[in-house]
């Protein structure tokens, strides 16, 4: 036991299963993720599943439950602001990409994402990752939503409703494998049924709305883009989601494509233009309009280039966390493919290069993984993600901040989710390493606290381990 001044309390060490309705973490090094310094000797006072204080001085109310955690490291949860339930980053999770329904037909992988939902919950949390931001597929998301809701052992899950691609049906089906039977992607030529997507989320409880125009690589797409101009349907949607409180975030892999959004109201960037250099012009309209952009760096390299040449730079927590059967698909032998990595290569740092120059010019950067696509194991790829961007040359200590309260802002959750701050939800990470001194200590993971609750790494391997 400890003595503090007018009372004793009993100290136990991090993670204890231990549930009190006000708990100290003592001792640590907290680092917000509000963007400020890191403090010592800081105190996490938390009551039920709520933040109640947290920083040096904080005092400990008299029989609270003390937790030791001096020489470790506080940080908030991390939170992954674009993943896909509907996908496993198995090898056979996108016919249309990788075609080896020859050894897992699409059918039995549908039949295997859906028995391993609790399991790919389960990985998030494992790897730190205590919510994620859904963006784009069939109802199983909602469905997805609503298990981790009832789950201790789950990340909060928000949904982005979406997608809605700019192309007749017909092409759309062309382009995309129906998930057992849904659409994943929603297509949509007029303002009407723009508008009428932004309702259908709105009346299902999403929390913002996602749109894309992509030509996905198809020429038959490219041809369906050229006469039909997208402003209009993207305007309608924008406007519409704001009478709904409603914020639209937008698949951005094309500079102009991305400008004309800003400038239209989108409040975020899902990726990062990748074919042409940002302007001096787009970056002061990011500024002025405050859009955060999320690169997904980590896609690019690992999903495009690696798992063509197999020479894949796995991380221990990959391999540790991931749901078992997704990472050793990988491995998998492709069919012949005309070799496209050195047009990848060059995407891949032409969207480096950007991520990098927005960070420079002071444009907010937030963290996400595109997870769910081949290549992308649920929660240990935001890890994945965090090396890409320090490899372009962002810090990590601007990452942190990036992967937290910046996500959360993506989200439109800021107010309740992404700082260690009072009034928040008690979601966080004791460490074991600085994560600024090298962010792969944000993989040294102790304990995950996740409203309050508290869980050791060993409790949140996926239950699938055969």
């Given at each position: 036991m400890i003595r503090l001044p007018g009372y004793v309390v009993l100290l136990s060490i991090c993670c204890t299963t231990a549930v009190a309705e006000v708990t100290a973490y003592a001792g640590a090094t907290l680092i917000d993720g509000t963007g400020r310094a890191a403090v010592e000797n800081a105190t996490v006072l938390i009551e039920g599943d709520r933040i109640v204080a947290a920083g040096p001085g904080v005092e400990i109310p008299e029989g609270a439950h003390v937790i030791d955690v001096r020489g470790k490291w506080v940080v908030p949860g991390l939170i992954d602001s674009h993943i896909h339930f509907m996908t496993s980053g198995r090898m056979y999770t996108r016919p249309a990409f990788f075609d080896l329904t020859d050894r897992v037909p699409y059918e039995e992988e549908v039949e295997w994402i859906k028995a391993h939902i609790p399991d790919t919950l389960r990985a998030f949390m494992c790897s730190g990752v205590t919510s994620v931001l859904s963006l784009g597929g069939p109802s199983l998301e909602y469905d997805a939503r609503e298990l981790a809701a009832g789950m201790d052992d789950a990340p909060t899950v928000f949904i982005g409703h979406g997608v809605i691609a700019h192309a007749p049906r017909f092409v759309a089906e062309r382009m995309i494998t129906p998930w057992d039977g849904e659409l994943t992607l929603k297509p949509a030529l007029s303002a009407e049924e723009g508008i009428a997507y932004v309702r259908e989320a709105a009346a299902?409880?999403?929390?913002?709305?996602?749109?894309?125009?992509?030509?996905?690589?198809?020429?038959?797409?490219?041809?369906?883009?050229?006469?039909?101009?997208?402003?209009?349907?993207?305007?309608?949607?924008?406007?519409?989601?704001?009478?709904?409180?409603?914020?639209?975030?937008?698949?951005?892999?094309?500079?102009?494509?991305?400008?004309?959004?800003?400038?239209?109201?989108?409040?975020?960037?899902?990726?990062?233009?990748?074919?042409?250099?940002?302007?001096?012009?787009?970056?002061?309209?990011?500024?002025?309009?405050?859009?955060?952009?999320?690169?997904?760096?980590?896609?690019?390299?690992?999903?495009?280039?690696?798992?063509?040449?197999?020479?894949?730079?796995?991380?221990?927590?990959?391999?540790?966390?991931?749901?078992?059967?997704?990472?050793?698909?990988?491995?998998?032998?492709?069919?012949?493919?005309?070799?496209?990595?050195?047009?990848?290569?060059?995407?891949?740092?032409?969207?480096?290069?950007?991520?990098?120059?927005?960070?420079?010019?002071?444009?907010?950067?937030?963290?996400?993984?595109?997870?769910?696509?081949?290549?992308?194991?649920?929660?240990?790829?935001?890890?994945?993600?965090?090396?890409?961007?320090?490899?372009?040359?962002?810090?990590?200590?601007?990452?942190?901040?990036?992967?937290?309260?910046?996500?959360?802002?993506?989200?439109?959750?800021?107010?309740?989710?992404?700082?260690?701050?009072?009034?928040?939800?008690?979601?966080?990470?004791?460490?074991?390493?600085?994560?600024?001194?090298?962010?792969?200590?944000?993989?040294?993971?102790?304990?995950?606290?996740?409203?309050?609750?508290?869980?050791?790494?060993?409790?949140?391997?996926?239950?699938?381990?055969?």
């Open positions: 299902q409880g999403a929390d913002l709305v996602k749109t894309a125009v992509d030509d996905r690589g198809s020429a038959l797409l490219r041809a369906a883009l050229w006469w039909w101009d997208w402003r209009e349907l993207e305007a309608a949607i924008i406007e519409e989601a704001a009478k709904h409180g409603l914020m639209v975030t937008t698949h951005a892999h094309a500079l102009e494509y991305a400008r004309g959004m800003i400038e239209l109201g989108a409040a975020s960037l899902q990726h990062v233009p990748a074919d042409k250099p940002v302007d001096d012009a787009f970056i002061e309209l990011a500024r002025e309009k405050g859009v955060i952009v999320v690169p997904t760096l980590g896609l690019r390299k690992r999903t495009f280039i690696e798992l063509f040449t197999k020479d894949i730079d796995l991380l221990p927590i990959e391999e540790t966390c991931s749901v078992p059967g997704v990472v050793e698909s990988w491995y998998e032998p492709l069919p012949p493919t005309d070799d496209q990595s050195t047009r990848y290569r060059e995407q891949g740092e032409m969207a480096a290069a950007n991520a990098k120059a927005l960070f420079d010019a002071g444009i907010p950067l937030a963290v996400a993984t595109d997870t769910g696509m081949i290549g992308l194991a649920a929660g240990s790829s935001m890890h994945v993600e965090l090396r890409a961007l320090n490899q372009a040359g962002i810090p990590a200590s601007y990452l942190i901040h990036a992967a937290t309260l910046n996500s959360a802002r993506v989200a439109g959750s800021e107010d309740r989710y992404g700082s260690v701050e009072a009034g928040k939800f008690a979601d966080f990470l004791i460490l074991s390493a600085n994560p600024v001194d090298d962010i792969a200590n944000l993989q040294a993971i102790e304990c995950v606290v996740k409203h309050g609750r508290e869980f050791g790494q060993e409790e949140l391997l996926p239950l699938d381990r055969e």
